[in-house]
């Protein structure tokens, strides 16, 4: 049997990320509305959709691009919305690979709780940096990762790379 590394910080993020409502207080409205952008994580924001780096990120550049607009389903989006989607995602890929040289990046949406979703009500769309040989014995293991920096310098990395673009 698999001993479990406990990590208690992450019930705050449990307990906030089953809100499918903007009513409800969904975690990722609340980020987009915080007063100090730095602080709450967000890299950019457009007219219509945002760029957040991942709080609990499974790497360092874990981000997510989401729409402003509290919506769960892709097909939910206008067009205006669907449309600076892809391209902040787009932007945020490249954003990625300025700051962190990945081997790869993995991109991804889930779409609904049973496809995963950790905030079903909000889509949001992951882009996550791959190294060759990233996933180490924490992973298999203990099934925990380790991250080799603070959120602070990611985001410090992020935000400079999204701005020489």
Same mark, same amino acid.
């Given at each position: 049997?698999?001993?479990?590394?406990?990590?208690?910080?992450?019930?705050?993020?449990?307990?906030?990320?089953?809100?499918?409502?903007?009513?409800?207080?969904?975690?990722?409205?609340?980020?987009?509305?915080?007063?100090?952008?730095?602080?709450?994580?967000?890299?950019?924001?457009?007219?219509?959709?945002?760029?957040?780096?991942?709080?609990?990120?499974?790497?360092?550049? !874990? $981000?997510?691009?989401? %729409?402003?607009?509290?919506?769960?389903?892709?097909?939910?989006?206008?067009?205006? *919305? #669907?449309?600076? =989607?892809?391209?902040?995602?787009?932007?945020?890929?490249?954003?990625?690979?300025?700051?962190?040289?990945?081997?790869?990046?993995?991109?991804?949406?889930?779409?609904?709780?049973?496809?995963?979703?950790?905030?079903?009500?909000?889509? !949001? $769309?992951?882009?996550? %940096?791959?190294?060759?040989?990233?996933?180490?014995?924490?992973?298999?293991?203990? *099934? #925990?990762?380790? =991250?080799?920096?603070?959120?602070?310098?990611?985001?410090?990395?992020?935000?400079?790379?999204?701005?020489?673009?």
């Amino acid at each position: 049997m698999l001993e479990r590394l406990w990590a208690g910080w992450r019930s705050q993020y449990i307990a906030s990320s089953g809100a499918d409502s903007a009513d409800d207080g969904c975690v990722l409205c609340r980020v987009l509305a915080a007063p100090d952008e730095r602080e709450a994580l967000v890299v950019w924001r457009g007219d219509h959709s945002a760029v957040i780096l991942n709080a609990y990120p499974y790497t360092s550049g !874990h $981000v997510m691009a989401l %729409p402003l607009r509290h919506v769960g389903q892709l097909e939910d989006l206008d067009a205006d *919305e #669907a449309a600076e =989607l892809w391209s902040t995602t787009t932007n945020a890929i490249r954003a990625v690979k300025q700051a962190y040289d990945p081997g790869g990046v993995n991109m991804g949406a889930n779409l609904g709780r049973a496809a995963g979703a950790g905030v079903p009500g909000h889509l !949001h $769309v992951h882009v996550v %940096p791959r190294w060759a040989g990233d996933t180490n014995f924490m992973t298999t293991v203990a *099934e #925990a990762r380790i =991250l080799p920096e603070p959120l602070s310098e990611s985001y410090d990395k992020i935000r400079a790379a999204w701005s020489v673009r």
